[in-house]
């Protein structure tokens, strides 16, 4: 086995290995020689040495250093200098090492109100059962909300920012949950505090109803935001449309083509799997789920077989993403949740139900739905309360559910992919990104 060097940087231990080292030793034109006086009891000898600090080493093992730090020591990290700014927010080595190694330590995104956010990264090895309040990374940005909005009796909305979507380290954030001619539509990096306000098409009356998913192509390295528009004309039947905007390439939206009507109004949890965005068809009343998708590379709509013999319609359902699976969390019962995972993409006889018996909750742990988030822990399933109060973590194996202890739940949960590539980069220099300066501090 490979002999191993552990250092510190800003208190984290980083185990590089000897390789690595000597294949940095033997680039001499990298290492800083100095000279040293050295006083002894006859005279002063010089000797020459040498001295090797961080900012000598070789851009490779610099990314192989810095992209084993959490989230809170990169961010210490990406204000040391500029080089090691432009590094962290915009080297094409070190995003996708990042984001590998990031894999092993998944972060949910914790809506804490409509301006705070709040990221916890979940570590191997941390006890979050035990420990009274667990204290994740809270992100504080200043978004340029519209003025309040005046509506009937003199009284006035609140701004508020709804999560649209999560994708590769970007979300995507609506500040209405309507339609009308003042709603805008954000992309944004919480990490390092940028947003884009995304130019939208001109206010139409005949609109009945829109709709937004966000997704990212894996393949093309593409970001697309999803447009689903539901048109009325005198004395003809409604027509749905999609159209898409792709991040740093489109100037304004293209039609897509018509869409499946009735496509689902809200797309709600969408979820991004095997190269494509899915989501449930939740105006459907009918005994039957109908689960739609968007191919992110050839922009088309297809539909994907629902698991056979389920009944239940799709509006009591939940599409998520479990394990790199299509997954449907089924909450209709509440003396359980059956989660039905596709195990083969796009083969109907591949769906398996695994069901999750509420009876075995603790005590001290309210009675509610509870909707799936992710896998963490060694195959633990991280779940949400419905009402947003509460993490819990089940263990399959076990049969088992304990508390997770967070510091200010939030109202909403999302799986989330932390990254520190700045949207200056996908978005080019002819986009306009704005930087809010978000105040990071643990709680």
């Given at each position: ?29 990298k ?27 070789p ?40 984001q ?8 949910i ?29 809270m ?12 509506k ?28 009308d ?42 970001y ?16 749905s ?13 293209r ?11 809200s797309f ?43 009944e239940?319609?799709s ?11 299509l ?15 596709m195990?083969?993409?796009?083969i ?13 909750i ?40 304990r ?41």
């Amino acid at each position: 086995m490979e002999a191993k060097n552990v250092t510190k940087l800003f208190d984290v231990p980083i185990t590089v290995s000897n390789s690595i080292l000597s294949n940095f030793k033997n680039q001499k034109q990298k290492i800083v020689k100095k000279y040293v006086f050295v006083k002894s009891d006859c005279d002063c000898k010089r000797r020459r040495a040498y001295e090797i600090t961080i900012m000598d080493l070789p851009r490779s093992i610099m990314v192989e250093i810095l992209s084993r730090l959490p989230i809170k020591p990169i961010f210490r990290a990406k204000s040391v200098c500029k080089r090691w700014y432009n590094l962290i927010t915009s080297d094409p080595l070190f995003v996708p090492m990042y984001q590998t190694r990031s894999l092993n330590f998944p972060c949910i995104l914790l809506s804490v109100d409509c301006f705070n956010a709040a990221i916890l990264e979940l570590k191997a090895g941390y006890e979050y059962y035990s420990r009274p309040r667990n204290r994740p990374v809270m992100l504080i940005p200043k978004f340029n909300l519209p003025p309040l909005k005046p509506k009937i009796g003199g009284l006035f909305y609140e701004p508020k920012l709804e999560i649209i979507g999560s994708c590769n380290g970007f979300i995507c954030l609506m500040d209405s949950d309507k339609y009308d001619e003042n709603h805008s539509l954000y992309i944004s990096n919480p990490l390092l505090g940028e947003y884009l306000k995304l130019k939208l098409p001109a206010y139409e009356k005949r609109v009945r109803s829109v709709a937004y998913a966000f997704c990212f192509s894996e393949g093309c390295g593409q970001y697309k935001v999803l447009r689903s528009v539901v048109r009325k004309f005198r004395g003809r039947p409604e027509v749905s449309e999609l159209e898409v905007y792709t991040l740093g390439v489109d100037e304004k939206w293209r039609n897509a083509g018509k869409a499946p009507y009735p496509l689902c109004g809200s797309f709600r949890g969408s979820v991004n799997v095997n190269g494509a965005l899915h989501w449930l068809d939740d105006e459907n009343t009918k005994k039957s789920a109908s689960i739609y998708s968007f191919n992110i590379r050839t922009e088309e709509v297809k539909p994907v077989p629902a698991p056979p013999g389920l009944e239940t319609p799709s509006f009591c359902l939940r599409i998520v993403e479990l394990g790199n699976c299509l997954c449907l969390s089924d909450n209709n019962y509440f003396q359980h949740v059956d989660v039905w995972w596709m195990r083969e993409y796009g083969i109907a006889e591949s769906w398996t139900k695994d069901r999750i018996l509420m009876d075995s909750i603790p005590p001290d742990i309210p009675q509610t739905n509870f909707l799936p988030i992710i896998i963490w822990k060694d195959g633990e399933i991280l779940m949400q309360s419905e009402r947003a109060t509460q993490l819990i973590s089940y263990n399959p194996m076990e049969k088992k559910f304990r508390m997770v202890n967070v510091y200010d739940n939030g109202t909403a949960a999302t799986r989330y992919i932390p990254s520190f590539y700045s949207l200056k980069t996908v978005m080019g220099e002819n986009f306009h990104v704005s930087n809010v300066y978000p105040k990071t501090d643990i709680v």
